[in-house]
């Protein structure tokens, strides 16, 4: 059973996908590396990344949910924002990790039975202390530079990671075609909203996004645009409030998606959210 796979997305980035089909990007300067996100941890991931590079590896994880930061305790040094330090111990549970693992089988890799993907070697919740990941803080590798950037809504500690040189925003779960909104965590779409108005400041240092699930080709930078649309579709009342059910959770979508979770209307950007928690404050 192959748990890891890799392609080359840019001479200096490695995209890895872990079994659950969420994506890992490891940076590749002339000095050092640096490994965004660890997946579920399910499997040696650390391993894996020894043996696609020689290079010293920093680890980064863009927010603390179980398919970002569920391999960061087979790390010594992990950077995450501080919001989402307590979120990570608790949503990287084992029994959470085997939830979401089983229930991305089922799409992925029906070959695979329940028991197999249930007998696979989980890490252990991270409980070390992680180093603040801030927006003021760069990451020289060497010839690249990759800068944290907070983008709050999807969780309170969500940050977007900007490859300069390549003019490539990385945005983790912050900003997707079908961006969660709907759990304990998550902020209203309000306030979203006001997070990626406030984003678009960056809009110049960038040409296209990566995204960290779906098929893996390139977003167009006008998805932050479009979600913000969602958003006022949103509070509204204008979207198609669709319902829509995850892990035992009953929320909305804002559109009709297919079962790959893009939009039926050809849409960009839709967001999954929390009727009760549309405007600040609910």
Wanted: net charge negative; aromatic share 8%.
């Amino acid at each position: 059973m192959e748990l890891f796979t890799s392609e080359l997305v840019d001479d200096q980035v490695i995209r890895i996908s872990d079994i659950t089909g969420v994506f890992l990007y490891l940076v590749l300067g002339s000095e050092r590396a640096l490994l965004i996100d660890t997946g579920c941890g399910i499997g040696d991931v650390r391993t894996y990344v020894e043996s696609l590079t020689n290079l010293p590896v920093t680890v980064v994880c863009t927010h603390g949910h179980m398919d970002h930061a569920g391999g960061a305790d087979q790390f010594e040094e992990v950077y995450l924002n501080h919001a989402d330090w307590e979120l990570s111990i608790t949503h990287c549970s084992i029994d959470n990790r085997k939830e979401y693992a089983d229930i991305m089988r089922g799409i992925l890799h029906p070959e695979i039975t329940s028991e197999q993907m249930e007998s696979l070697s989980y890490s252990k919740i991270r409980t070390k202390d992680y180093q603040d990941l801030r927006n003021n803080m760069e990451f020289d590798l060497g010839g690249i530079t990759v800068q944290p950037i907070p983008l709050p809504g999807h969780t309170q500690g969500s940050m977007c990671m900007l490859l300069r040189e390549k003019r490539v925003l990385l945005t983790g779960d912050a900003c997707n075609p079908s961006v969660f909104l709907f759990d304990r965590e998550a902020l209203s779409v309000e306030e979203y909203r006001k997070n990626l108005v406030r984003f678009l400041k960056y809009e110049e240092f960038y040409d296209k996004i990566w995204i960290s699930h779906g098929d893996g080709k390139p977003m167009p930078k006008r998805l932050l645009q479009e979600c913000i649309g969602v958003c006022d579709s949103i509070t509204n009342g204008a979207d198609d409030s669709i319902d829509f059910q995850f892990m035992g959770i009953t929320c909305k979508s804002a559109f009709e998606m297919f079962p790959n979770q893009l939009r039926k209307d050809g849409g960009l950007a839709n967001i999954i959210y929390n009727p009760q928690k549309i405007r600040r404050g609910r």
